[in-house]
Protein backbone atom coordinates (compact mmCIF):
# COMPACT_ATOMS: atom_id res chain seq x y z
CA UNK A 1 0.00 0.00 0.00
CA UNK A 2 2.70 2.47 1.03
CA UNK A 3 4.39 1.87 -2.07
CA UNK A 4 1.75 2.50 -4.75
CA UNK A 5 1.07 5.38 -2.65
CA UNK A 6 4.84 7.06 -3.08
CA UNK A 7 4.23 5.50 -6.67
CA UNK A 8 1.38 7.68 -6.92
CA UNK A 9 3.12 10.55 -5.48
CA UNK A 10 6.33 10.39 -7.70
CA UNK A 11 4.15 10.18 -11.11
CA UNK A 12 1.60 13.63 -9.84
CA UNK A 13 5.26 15.31 -8.68
CA UNK A 14 7.30 14.10 -11.94
CA UNK A 15 4.19 15.51 -14.48
CA UNK A 16 3.38 18.47 -12.74
CA UNK A 17 7.34 19.15 -13.33
CA UNK A 18 7.32 18.46 -17.20
CA UNK A 19 4.79 21.68 -17.91
CA UNK A 20 7.79 23.69 -17.95
CA UNK A 21 8.08 26.82 -20.45
CA UNK A 22 10.79 26.86 -22.91
CA UNK A 23 13.10 29.84 -22.06
CA UNK A 24 13.78 31.92 -25.24
CA UNK A 25 15.86 35.45 -25.95
CA UNK A 26 17.03 36.98 -29.01
CA UNK A 27 18.68 40.83 -29.94
CA UNK A 28 15.77 42.32 -30.87
CA UNK A 29 17.90 44.69 -33.26
CA UNK A 30 19.18 41.66 -35.64
CA UNK A 31 17.50 41.33 -39.17
CA UNK A 32 17.25 37.04 -38.82
CA UNK A 33 16.06 37.26 -42.35
CA UNK A 34 19.77 37.86 -43.33
CA UNK A 35 20.45 34.87 -41.51
CA UNK A 36 21.03 32.12 -44.24
CA UNK A 37 23.77 29.76 -43.29
CA UNK A 38 24.99 28.58 -40.26
CA UNK A 39 28.32 26.18 -38.59
CA UNK A 40 28.79 24.74 -35.79
CA UNK A 41 31.12 26.30 -33.31
CA UNK A 42 33.47 24.24 -31.63
CA UNK A 43 33.09 22.53 -29.13
CA UNK A 44 29.46 21.84 -30.80
CA UNK A 45 28.59 20.46 -27.34
CA UNK A 46 29.90 21.26 -23.93
CA UNK A 47 28.70 19.34 -20.74
CA UNK A 48 27.90 20.64 -17.55
CA UNK A 49 28.99 19.36 -15.05
CA UNK A 50 32.22 18.46 -17.03
CA UNK A 51 31.59 14.47 -15.59
CA UNK A 52 32.91 11.80 -17.71
CA UNK A 53 30.07 10.01 -16.57
CA UNK A 54 27.50 12.50 -18.51
CA UNK A 55 29.60 12.55 -22.11
CA UNK A 56 28.27 10.74 -24.67
CA UNK A 57 29.60 10.77 -28.06
CA UNK A 58 25.86 9.09 -29.09
CA UNK A 59 24.50 12.47 -26.59
CA UNK A 60 26.50 14.41 -29.29
CA UNK A 61 25.43 12.69 -32.39
CA UNK A 62 21.85 13.12 -31.40
CA UNK A 63 21.74 16.75 -30.28
CA UNK A 64 23.79 17.31 -33.64
CA UNK A 65 21.23 15.46 -35.76
CA UNK A 66 18.13 16.92 -33.80
CA UNK A 67 19.38 20.68 -34.10
CA UNK A 68 20.41 20.30 -37.98
CA UNK A 69 16.97 19.23 -38.91
CA UNK A 70 14.97 21.62 -37.06
CA UNK A 71 17.42 25.02 -38.70
CA UNK A 72 17.29 22.71 -41.45
CA UNK A 73 13.04 23.12 -41.70
CA UNK A 74 13.65 27.41 -40.68
CA UNK A 75 15.30 27.84 -43.77
CA UNK A 76 18.80 27.70 -42.72
CA UNK A 77 21.29 25.67 -44.35
CA UNK A 78 24.91 24.58 -43.40
CA UNK A 79 27.72 26.55 -44.44
CA UNK A 80 29.73 25.23 -47.59
CA UNK A 81 33.33 23.19 -46.00
CA UNK A 82 35.78 26.14 -45.18
CA UNK A 83 33.38 28.63 -45.29
CA UNK A 84 32.15 30.64 -41.71
CA UNK A 85 28.23 30.37 -41.41
CA UNK A 86 25.99 33.66 -41.04
CA UNK A 87 25.16 32.05 -37.73
CA UNK A 88 27.16 30.04 -35.37
CA UNK A 89 25.37 27.01 -33.23
CA UNK A 90 26.93 25.92 -29.93
CA UNK A 91 24.87 23.97 -27.61
CA UNK A 92 25.21 23.13 -24.45
CA UNK A 93 24.10 19.98 -22.03
CA UNK A 94 23.59 20.73 -18.43
CA UNK A 95 22.57 18.09 -15.58
CA UNK A 96 21.63 18.42 -12.35
CA UNK A 97 19.69 17.10 -9.12
CA UNK A 98 17.13 18.50 -7.64
CA UNK A 99 14.69 17.67 -4.72
CA UNK A 100 11.38 17.97 -3.61
CA UNK A 101 9.76 16.89 -0.80
CA UNK A 102 6.17 15.17 -0.65
CA UNK A 103 4.24 14.68 1.99
CA UNK A 104 1.96 12.03 2.57
CA UNK A 105 -1.47 11.98 4.69
CA UNK A 106 -3.30 9.01 5.67
CA UNK A 107 -5.60 7.57 8.09
CA UNK A 108 -7.81 9.82 10.34
CA UNK A 109 -11.29 9.94 11.76
CA UNK A 110 -14.18 9.71 9.66
CA UNK A 111 -17.89 10.12 10.22
CA UNK A 112 -19.67 13.51 10.83
CA UNK A 113 -20.62 15.53 13.65
CA UNK A 114 -24.18 13.89 14.04
CA UNK A 115 -23.14 10.15 13.99
CA UNK A 116 -20.07 10.75 15.70
CA UNK A 117 -16.50 10.03 14.69
CA UNK A 118 -14.55 6.63 14.22
CA UNK A 119 -10.99 6.11 12.74
CA UNK A 120 -7.72 6.14 14.14
CA UNK A 121 -4.88 8.66 13.96
CA UNK A 122 -4.08 11.01 11.19
CA UNK A 123 -0.07 9.91 10.22
CA UNK A 124 1.49 12.28 7.81
CA UNK A 125 4.71 11.28 5.69
CA UNK A 126 7.00 13.73 4.47
CA UNK A 127 9.68 12.67 2.48
CA UNK A 128 12.65 14.15 -0.06
CA UNK A 129 12.61 13.08 -3.84
CA UNK A 130 16.05 13.18 -5.34
CA UNK A 131 15.70 13.37 -9.51
CA UNK A 132 17.86 14.78 -12.14
CA UNK A 133 16.97 17.07 -14.93
CA UNK A 134 18.51 17.48 -18.25
CA UNK A 135 18.41 21.01 -19.73
CA UNK A 136 19.65 21.31 -23.19
CA UNK A 137 20.56 25.24 -24.43
CA UNK A 138 21.00 26.06 -27.23
CA UNK A 139 22.95 29.46 -28.62
CA UNK A 140 23.17 30.80 -32.17
CA UNK A 141 26.04 33.39 -32.65
CA UNK A 142 26.73 35.77 -35.09
CA UNK A 143 29.38 34.49 -37.52
CA UNK A 144 30.51 38.28 -38.12
CA UNK A 145 30.96 39.39 -34.42
CA UNK A 146 30.90 36.23 -32.99
CA UNK A 147 28.17 37.75 -30.32
CA UNK A 148 25.13 36.19 -28.94
CA UNK A 149 22.07 36.78 -31.00
CA UNK A 150 19.47 34.25 -30.19
CA UNK A 151 19.42 31.42 -27.23
CA UNK A 152 16.74 29.01 -26.22
CA UNK A 153 16.41 26.27 -23.71
CA UNK A 154 14.40 23.59 -22.12
CA UNK A 155 14.36 20.85 -19.41
CA UNK A 156 13.14 17.66 -18.74
CA UNK A 157 13.48 14.95 -16.06
CA UNK A 158 15.76 12.64 -17.28
CA UNK A 159 14.15 9.01 -17.56
CA UNK A 160 15.73 5.85 -16.51
CA UNK A 161 15.24 4.16 -20.46
CA UNK A 162 17.94 2.35 -21.75
CA UNK A 163 16.46 2.10 -25.14
CA UNK A 164 18.23 4.49 -27.66
CA UNK A 165 15.36 5.26 -29.18
CA UNK A 166 13.39 6.62 -26.29
CA UNK A 167 17.01 8.90 -26.11
CA UNK A 168 16.49 9.88 -29.88
CA UNK A 169 12.94 11.07 -29.38
CA UNK A 170 13.00 12.63 -26.34
CA UNK A 171 16.25 14.84 -27.42
CA UNK A 172 14.74 15.43 -30.96
CA UNK A 173 11.40 16.83 -29.40
CA UNK A 174 13.28 19.02 -26.75
CA UNK A 175 15.19 20.31 -29.76
CA UNK A 176 12.09 20.94 -31.27
CA UNK A 177 10.66 22.59 -28.46
CA UNK A 178 13.50 24.92 -28.41
CA UNK A 179 13.51 25.87 -32.00
CA UNK A 180 10.02 26.39 -32.38
CA UNK A 181 10.14 29.88 -31.90
CA UNK A 182 13.18 30.79 -34.18
CA UNK A 183 12.88 32.97 -36.05
CA UNK A 184 11.78 35.16 -33.62
CA UNK A 185 8.02 36.95 -34.67
Known amino acids: MFRRLALV ?3 VLLS ?6 VNH ?19 ALQYRPDDPRIKSDLTE ?5 AVTEQLDQR ?19 IIEDRQQQV ?30 VGTIQIDLLDGKDGR ?9 ILSGSPDPTDRTN ?12 YPPR
Open 75 to 93: GLRPAAAGTQGDVMVQTYL
Open 25 to 43: DYDASRDFAAYRSWTWKEP
Open 148 to 156: LVWRGSDEQ
Open 103 to 132: TTHYGGAWGNPWNGYWGGPMYNETRNITYK
Open 170 to 181: AIRQTVTQILSN
Open 9 to 11: ACA
Open 16 to 21: ACQSNQ
Open 61 to 65: QRIRQ
